[in-house]
């Protein structure tokens, strides 16, 4: 996974570097769609000088015709400019494009050049240093699986107490399964919602439940209405959310 997020990562940054001066997508262009690629460079400047007196001439006479529009014909005068002035930006923008990339050419094979030789000479060096230490990749995969063990205890101890307190809270809420159950099953068993909501694809059932805690410092217990929110997802419940005076604690499909 780390390793997945290292390339990445390393692809985002060449794209952003690549891209920093055209659009990510003129970029992608250049390499498909090149109509100018038989023009030499001092070709395409000449070309690009000529565009741009045409593109601006063109502007001038939308400009011109859309100052009369009640005149006999202006309307299609006006759209048959606008036409005519978007095709000759359009090429303009690419012979723009076929300069800038194939100008600064150099630069980014020699920035590829290097995201690469970076990419190489790390795992090289870090395979060298594994090998140059006996045992060590056992020990880094024994420390990996350590952890991934670790983080899975402590999330099955976090969602048993949970549960339990869900439990203490109303019994029918440990029948509710993140993952399988679906609205019926939710309002068969604990009935209509106080209140619902839905917001990015979620849809939200909230529920009140009163309870009886001892606040710090007391000896007499006192009730407590605690709202439990159940979000759905696709059809079936993703998370359980308890949501007392404290911060919230979930129960999630995804944790």
Known sequence: MRRTFFILSITFAVVAVLAQYQSVISFFEYFYNRPFKHLSNDQLRVEIAAAEGVLGMLNSRALAVGARPAAPGNAQALRDSLSAAGKADNRLQQLRTELVFRVDRQRYLLIGGMVVA???FFHYFRAVYLSSRPGEGERERSRVRLAREQRESNLARE????????????PRLTRVEVGKSDYRHVTELLGRPETTGQECGAFTLTYVFDSMI????????????????IVLRAGAVSEIRIEPAGPARTISQTA
Request: aromatic letters at 4%; charged letters at 25%; hydrophobic letters at 55%.
């Open 118 to 120: 970076f990419m190489v």
């Open 159 to 170: 969602r048993a107490i949970l549960a339990e307190r869900l439990g203490r809270l109303d």
């Open 214 to 229: 001892v606040p710090a410092g007391e000896t007499a217990a006192v009730a407590e209405r605690v709202p439990v929110s």
